[in-house]
């Protein structure tokens, strides 16, 4: 079964609002790896946290790790159409091999 | 380099027949994943290759499923005696590193193939 699970599974936005999506594990993790897959496209990489309480920023996206290494957020500020999409996040859990695990993803619908 | 190629981007087989798909990592890559992704669902992690060992296979897969990396380069996955189920996209990705190293690096995807079941 999914060992890592995302929330919410949709989210409509309306365009120029923020959100957050939300990863989560049971299991602490050594890293936590973020993707965006475009209707139609292929998963392509966004970013890598690695350090409890860890926080990047790309643009209008920060990502967060928790401090127990447990969870993750994305939080897009000011949404575009250009962020329609689904976000994956992937971990490599321990009892699983050294391979990364996919959630479920967020899919993400602005509202113009 | 072009990043990681697939080959084909659609098949259309019917039940019972093999197939087989080709991926192109990026050359410096010498990790390989295959991974399955159906509607609506995240990737599905299949097998992965460093260099030409095949390091991992997943218990979900049947033994219908074989995959190959004979030089270390270019790997093919195929499918025998396809059935309905086996509809899905099929993805590869590379990366960089080797043992625990080759998770702290993202995966580059290819396109993917799309294999539906007749």
């Known amino acids: 079964g999914q060992q890592v699970m995302q929330i919410p599974q949709y989210q409509h936005v309306q365009e120029g609002e923020d959100f957050t999506t939300y990863c989560n594990s049971s299991?602490?993790?050594?890293?936590i790896q973020w993707y965006k897959q475009r209707p139609g496209g292929h998963p392509v990489f966004l970013i890598q946290?690695?350090?409890?309480?860890e926080v990047k920023k790309q643009k209008r996206l920060t990502f967060q790790f928790g401090e127990a290494k447990k969870n993750s957020s994305l939080h897009i500020t000011a949404t575009q159409t250009t962020d329609v999409g689904t976000y994956f996040c992937?971990?490599?859990?321990?009892?699983?091999?050294?391979?990364?695990?996919f959630g479920g993803g967020t899919r993400v619908l602005v509202k113009p | 380099d072009t990043g990681v190629s697939q080959d084909p981007r659609h098949k259309i087989t019917k039940r019972g027949q093999n197939v087989t798909f080709r991926c192109d990592p990026i050359?410096?890559?010498?990790?390989l994943y295959w991974y399955r992704q159906t509607l609506g669902q995240g990737p599905e992690f299949l097998t992965y290759?460093?260099?030409?060992?095949?390091?991992?296979k997943s218990r979900l897969l049947s033994d219908r499923f074989s995959a190959e990396r004979p030089k270390g380069s270019f790997s093919t996955l195929e499918i025998q005696r396809t059935e309905q189920g086996d509809s899905a996209m099929y993805l590869c990705?590379?990366?960089?590193?080797?043992?625990?190293?080759?998770?702290?690096?993202?995966?580059?995807f290819g396109s993917g193939t799309r294999l539906t079941v007749v």
């Open positions: 946290l690695v350090k409890s309480g």
């Open positions: 050359s410096e890559h010498n990790r």
């Open positions: 290759f460093q260099n030409e060992a095949q390091l991992e």
């Open positions: 992937a971990a490599r859990l321990e009892a699983a091999g050294n391979k990364l695990t």
């Open positions: 299991t602490t993790l050594s890293n």
């Open positions: 990705a590379s990366s960089r590193g080797a043992g625990d190293r080759a998770t702290n690096y993202g995966y580059t």
